[in-house]
């Protein structure tokens, strides 16, 4: 946080990141509240809502700030895009994971944009919340929110009056969350973000839309799907898995935690090749994985990746471990920066606070990572017998159209 000890270096920085967004504010006035707005976000404010933002900013009453979130004339869409090239400058790099996920904001009443009973994974029951469905820049260094997108209801979205009330954008119809997620990730990968892998849970990777636009975009991924998801002339993942023998499932870490590295079983095997070709090889290749808990191996969780030939496995691995970096990124983003902490209800001002706030948490991502830096239950079919199998030290998927195909070597 901001306190009265942050050094000259700290507020030149800022000073920086508020030069490179001023421009999408047209007066001095805006950009003099803004700079005051994402100061009083980063700043020691117990609950930041209107007034005690206002307060810390120095202002009498919070009309200022609300008028910046509601009534004054900017694209929080721009800005999204200033902050984009920001964390692509401070934090880019080439191997880096875009995540997607959403989260939940309980609000009580009916005229916030979006609101509704529905299912929030953030409180883990049904409450009366918004949802929003964000993407995440995660590398070796630290970790950004960079995209939003607010989660309407048909509720809402077959209701164009109250759309109008809440000041709801008329081309925006609906969109399931893995639709808002896809334009997310295309924005992504158009921005000057460098991004080699895409990652979520099984609400996106059981979406084959979702999947095919990564592999038409060249771009790898490890997304987790559901016990039931189906693999081509194998059934169901889980059911492929568990004709896997007791010697393919390896331990291996995803990546460390709270409590250190995070290691689970995991087993592997290399799916039927696919039509990405350079010359008569294969340019990348699909996978499907699981992860079993070492201490409750009833606990199994089911991926599907594309990665480019030649990826192994404990690099999958890894990368299915950084889907837990958005949480963090939620959970930073709510405690220090007040991302959940807003007394808007219309569409625009949900926008804007949940950009800045983002903003406000990519600085603190950026100073971070620059300190660090510096030291500071359905039946098999009777004819599906097991394809998994073992020839000169690797597992084969056995195909029942073709001959095997060679997976990953066991060490």
């Known amino acids: 946080m901001i306190d009265d000890l942050a050094d000259a270096t700290w507020d030149r920085e800022l000073d920086d990141l508020f030069l490179r ?14 700079r005051d ?76 944009a979006g609101v509704q009973r529905q299912y929030s994974g953030t409180a883990g029951r049904t409450e009366n919340c918004q949802i929003g469905v964000f993407a995440a820049y995660a590398t070796t260094r630290a970790r950004a929110l960079v995209d939003r997108e607010l989660y309407l209801p048909k509720s809402w979205t077959e209701d164009r009056g109250r ?20 334009v997310m990730v295309l924005r992504a990968l158009a921005s000057p973000l460098p991004i080699a892998w895409v990652t979520a849970d099984a609400a996106y990777g ?5 999947r095919r636009m990564l592999e038409e975009a060249a771009v790898g991924y490890v997304l987790a799907v559901p016990k039931s998801q189906p693999v081509p002339r194998f059934g169901r993942i889980d059911h492929l898995f568990s004709q896997a023998p007791h010697e393919a499932w390896e331990r291996r870490s995803c990546g460390d935690g709270a409590k250190g590295p995070r290691v689970y079983h ?128 690797s597992w084969q998927l056995a195909s029942h159209t073709g001959p095997a195909r060679h997976v990953a070597s066991m060490r």
């Open 21 to 34: 967004i001023g421009h999408r504010f047209g007066r001095a006035d805006l950009r003099r509240r803004m």
């Open 37 to 112: 707005y994402v100061r009083a976000l980063l700043g020691p404010v117990g609950r930041k809502n209107g007034w005690q933002l206002a307060e810390y900013a120095g202002h009498r009453t919070p009309d200022g700030l609300q008028r910046l979130l509601n009534g004054a004339t900017w694209n929080a869409d721009d800005v999204r895009d200033d902050l984009q090239a920001y964390v692509a400058d401070q934090l880019g790099e080439a191997d880096a994971v875009l995540i997607l996920d959403d989260t939940g904001f309980i609000k009580k009443g009916t005229t916030s």
């Open 163 to 182: 759309c109008r009330a809440a000041k709801i954008p008329d081309e925006r119809g609906f969109a399931t969350k893995p639709e808002l997620a896809r």
């Open 206 to 210: 059981q979406e084959w839309r979702f």
């Open 266 to 393: 995991w087993a592997a095997v290399q799916l039927s090749a696919i039509e990405d070709f350079d010359g008569e090889r294969p340019t990348h290749q699909r996978w499907a994985l699981a992860r079993r808990s070492i201490n409750r191996p009833d606990q199994i969780a089911y991926y599907f990746a594309y990665a480019p030939a030649g990826t192994d496995v404990d690099r999958l691995v890894r990368v299915a471990g950084r889907r837990w970096a958005i949480e963090e990124c939620f959970q930073a983003a709510k405690n220090e920066c007040g991302l959940d902490q807003y007394e808007v209800r219309g569409y625009v001002g949900w926008m804007r606070h949940i950009t800045l706030a983002m903003l406000a948490h990519a600085f603190l991502s950026a100073t971070a990572a620059q300190a660090a830096a510096k030291g500071d239950a359905e039946t098999v079919p009777s004819w599906f017998r097991s394809p998994w199998q073992k020839s000169a030290g």
